[in-house]
T-cell receptor
Framework: KNQVEQSPQSLIILEGKNCTLQ??????????LRWYKQDTGRGPVSLTI?????NTKSNGRYTATLDADTKQSSLHITASQLSDSASYIC??????????????FGTGTRLKVLA | DAGVIQSPRHEVTEMGQEVTLRCKPI?????LFWYRQTMMRGLELLIY????????DSGMPEDRFSAKMPNASFSTLKIQPSEPRDSAVYFC????????????FGEGSRLTVL
């Protein structure tokens, strides 16, 4: 069964600290993996996309990694800011037929950054 | 571009009433998705359209739910009759290239059924 699991479920850190969020998936075959950030009361917004051949990708203070062999991805946030407080959702896309794909969503990690 | 526009942002209704949620996708996007988000189950795909045609509605909970896309710039999700367990945030998203492309989400419609 195609699944995406995220850990931890929630996380509290102090402003300025680093943190790493984890995403493990059992989706096969695999097309790409995206990390989305969802602020409270808003819709999710894409942070990064990782394809099979990519290991690391950065977007400002956000760095995503992908290990396609172990089917694991991580999102590392450097020097956290209060505005990083949000839910982070890992989304894996999988081809199901020729030209048709399916998105599998993780349940997200809730991050709270304290001053 | 204004992004994906949803209305209403908040809806409170009584059990048994009809609810209609609306969505305007980003111009030029040929895929439109309806999702439901709850604390317990996260984001769940309800239905998606390609070029205004419903492709996969297997996520629609039951016959009380229906969705239409009469043209490329408008879609509705209707619940009739509504039940308390339908309370959730409903998101509309659009994409230019389908599943391999980035999903652009609206701000969501928070539905509360009393």
């Amino acid at each position: 069964k195609n699944q995406v699991e995220q850990s931890p479920q929630s996380l509290i850190i102090l402003e300025g600290k680093n943190c790493t969020l984890q995403c493990n998936y059992t989706v096969s075959p695999f097309s790409n993996l995206r990390w989305y950030k969802q602020d409270t009361g808003r819709g999710p917004v894409s942070l990064t996309i990782m394809t099979f051949s990519e290991n690391t990708k950065s977007n400002g203070r956000y760095t995503a990694t992908l290990d396609a062999d172990t089917k694991q991805s991580s999102l590392h946030i450097t020097a956290s800011q209060l505005s990083d407080s949000a839910s982070y959702i890992c989304v894996v896309s999988a081809p199901i037929t020729s030209g048709t794909y399916k998105y599998i969503f993780g349940t997200g990690t809730r991050l709270k950054v304290l001053a | 571009d204004a992004g994906v526009i949803q209305s209403p942002r908040h809806e409170v209704t009584e059990m048994g009433q009809e609810v209609t949620l609306r969505c305007k996708p980003i111009s030029g996007h040929d895929y439109l998705f309806w999702y439901r988000q709850t604390m317990m189950r996260g984001l769940e795909l309800l239905i998606y359209f390609n070029n205004n045609v419903p492709i996969d509605d297997s996520g629609m909970p039951e016959d009380r739910f229906s969705a239409k896309m009469p043209n490329a710039s408008f879609s509705t999700l209707k619940i009739q009759p509504s039940e308390p367990r339908d309370s959730a945030v409903y998101f509309c998203a659009s994409s230019r290239t389908g599943y391999t492309g980035e999903l652009f989400f609206g701000e969501g419609s928070r539905l509360t059924v009393l």
